[in-house]
């Protein structure tokens, strides 16, 4: 135990850039993926009837294809079509790939679940779209789009782990190769696990704020 304790203090500095990697690669796919995945939800409800086809087809085979193999294929992969990413910034854009195709689909399910009636109600009184969106649909919507999308987001930090493999020194490769110098391999785990765990369940407690705050705001 003393010899695990003083490796663990030892590498703090070096698994401290570790994490600080994997919180900037699941800050960075949260972000994108919700910006492409509500705006390709909004459009597979809204958009054009020829672009829907288009849209679901993104999302069916990018979630139909495991995350890691997607992460090898933009690495090594996308250089055959001369498209070269650092291994960075491969393991972004696959996450965020992948993330986007299931915020669309929460984002779909979510407006689609607001019965027609209130929108033909907001027309009736003579609202535009946008108003009808912003006042009927997004309120509502949002209340049942938050709680799935939190456990994407963390889908979307477990997931950032994978990232390790082509060689992104994040938090899981930091542990592995502290656990390569001191050979003290449950600790150095556990630890990795105590850190993902953490910040998954504060990310809990964020849900179930922003779900109270949702609510209220719709009943008002």
Same mark, same amino acid.
């Given at each position: 135990?003393?010899?695990?304790?003083?490796?663990?203090?030892?590498?703090?500095?070096?698994?401290?850039?570790?994490?600080?990697?994997?919180?900037? *690669?699941?800050?960075?796919?949260?972000?994108?993926? /919700?910006?492409?995945?509500?705006?390709?939800?909004?459009?597979?409800?809204?958009?054009?009837?020829?672009?829907?086809?288009?849209?679901?087809?993104?999302?069916?085979?990018?979630?139909?294809?495991?995350? %890691?193999? %997607?992460?090898?294929?933009?690495?090594?992969?996308?250089?055959?079509?001369?498209?070269?990413?650092?291994?960075?910034?491969?393991?972004?854009?696959?996450?965020?790939?992948?993330?986007?195709?299931?915020?669309?689909?929460?984002?779909?399910?979510? %407006?689609?679940?607001?019965?027609?009636?209130?929108?033909?109600?907001?027309?009736?009184?003579?609202?535009?779209?946008?108003?009808?969106?912003?006042?009927?649909?997004?309120?509502?919507?949002?209340?049942?789009?938050?709680?799935?999308?939190?456990?994407?987001?963390?889908?979307?930090?477990?997931?950032?782990?994978?990232?390790?493999?082509?060689?992104?020194?994040? /938090?899981?490769?930091?542990?592995?190769?502290?656990?390569?110098?001191?050979?003290?391999?449950?600790?150095?785990?556990?630890?990795?696990?105590?850190?993902?765990?953490?910040?998954?369940?504060?990310?809990?407690?964020?849900?179930?704020? %922003?779900?109270?705050?949702?609510?209220?705001? *719709?009943?008002?």
């Amino acid at each position: 135990m003393k010899a695990a304790l003083e490796a663990m203090t030892a590498s703090a500095p070096f698994l401290a850039r570790g994490l600080g990697v994997t919180l900037v *690669v699941s800050a960075l796919v949260v972000t994108t993926s /919700l910006l492409f995945g509500v705006f390709l939800g909004a459009l597979r409800v809204f958009g054009p009837h020829g672009l829907r086809p288009l849209i679901q087809g993104f999302s069916d085979v990018v979630r139909g294809i495991p995350v %890691l193999v %997607l992460i090898f294929f933009v690495f090594y992969g996308l250089p055959a079509v001369a498209v070269n990413l650092n291994a960075f910034a491969a393991g972004v854009v696959a996450l965020s790939l992948f993330s986007s195709a299931q915020v669309t689909e929460l984002a779909r399910g979510a %407006l689609q679940s607001i019965h027609h009636g209130q929108t033909d109600a907001g027309k009736a009184i003579g609202l535009t779209f946008g108003q009808r969106m912003i006042h009927v649909m997004v309120p509502q919507a949002a209340a049942r789009f938050l709680p799935a999308w939190v456990n994407s987001v963390s889908d979307a930090v477990k997931g950032s782990a994978l990232v390790s493999l082509i060689g992104v020194v994040d /938090l899981m490769l930091a542990i592995q190769q502290v656990i390569g110098r001191t050979y003290q391999t449950l600790p150095l785990y556990v630890l990795g696990a105590a850190i993902y765990f953490t910040i998954n369940y504060a990310l809990s407690l964020a849900s179930r704020w %922003l779900e109270r705050r949702t609510a209220i705001k *719709v009943q008002h």
